[in-house]
C-alpha cells in the first residue's frame, strides 16, 4: 500500500471529481493522480489496497489509462508483477491527452462535417443555410486542427515562451 500523505489525498480526490466534469470515470482519474504524484511505479494491488478500490475495476481503469497513452507498464527487478507509472512530465502528458482527445473528438467530426459540405453541396437552395454554417464550423475546426499540430511540434521551451507571450500578443494584434 502507497502512503498517502493529507495532499496527495486531496490531489487524488480533486482530480477524481475534475475527471467526471471531463467525462472520465472517477477512478480512472483517481489511480491517473495516484501514479501521477506517487514516487515509484505501483502495482494493481498496490493501486487497489490504497485506494479502497476493487481490484477488478483497477484493471479496467488501467487499460483505458494505458489505451490513453498516459501511464506505461514498467517491471522490477526480482518482481514479476507489472508496475504502473505515469507520464511526469506535464507538458508531455498534455500533449498526449491532446493528442488523445483529437483523436477521438475532433478527426471524427471533420470527417463528418467533410461528408455533411459533399451532402449538402448537392442539395437544393433550402441548403444554402445549413451549407454556410457547416462551411463555418468546417473552417473552424481545420484552422484549430492546423494551428495545434504545428504547436505541438514546439519544444516544451518554445512552447512555454509562447504561451507566457500572450498579453504581448495580444497587444500587437490589436
Known amino acids: 500500500m502507497a502512503t498517502l500523505t493529507p495532499t496527495m489525498t486531496r490531489f487524488i480526490l480533486h482530480w477524481g471529481e475534475m475527471g467526471t466534469r471531463w467525462g472520465i470515470n ?4 483517481q489511480i491517473h493522480a495516484l501514479l501521477f504524484v506517487s ?9 487497489a489496497e490504497t485506494l479502497s478500490v476493487a481490484r477488478s475495476n483497477v484493471s479496467t481503469s488501467l487499460k ?13 527487478m526480482g518482481d514479476r508483477r507489472d508496475h504502473f507509472e505515469s507520464i511526469k512530465d506535464v507538458w508531455e502528458l498534455y500533449r498526449q491527452v491532446m493528442d488523445e482527445r483529437k483523436r477521438r473528438e475532433i478527426d471524427p467530426t471533420l470527417t463528418m462535417l467533410r461528408d455533411c459540405m459533399l451532402d449538402a ?32 511540434k514546439l519544444p516544451t521551451a518554445s512552447l512555454l515562451k ?5 498579453e504581448k500578443i495580444r497587444k500587437l494584434l490589436g
Request: proline share 3%; charged share 30%.
Open 26 to 29: 472517477r477512478t480512472v482519474a
Open 162 to 166: 509562447l504561451t507566457r507571450l500572450g
Open 39 to 47: 514516487p515509484k511505479p505501483l502495482t494493481a494491488e498496490e493501486i
Open 121 to 152: 453541396e448537392k442539395g437544393g437552395a433550402d441548403d444554402k443555410y445549413a451549407r454556410e454554417k457547416l462551411g463555418e464550423l468546417l473552417n473552424f475546426f481545420e484552422t484549430v486542427t492546423s494551428w495545434y499540430e504545428q504547436m505541438k
Open 64 to 76: 483505458e489509462l494505458q489505451g490513453w497513452g498516459i501511464i506505461r507498464i514498467v517491471h522490477a
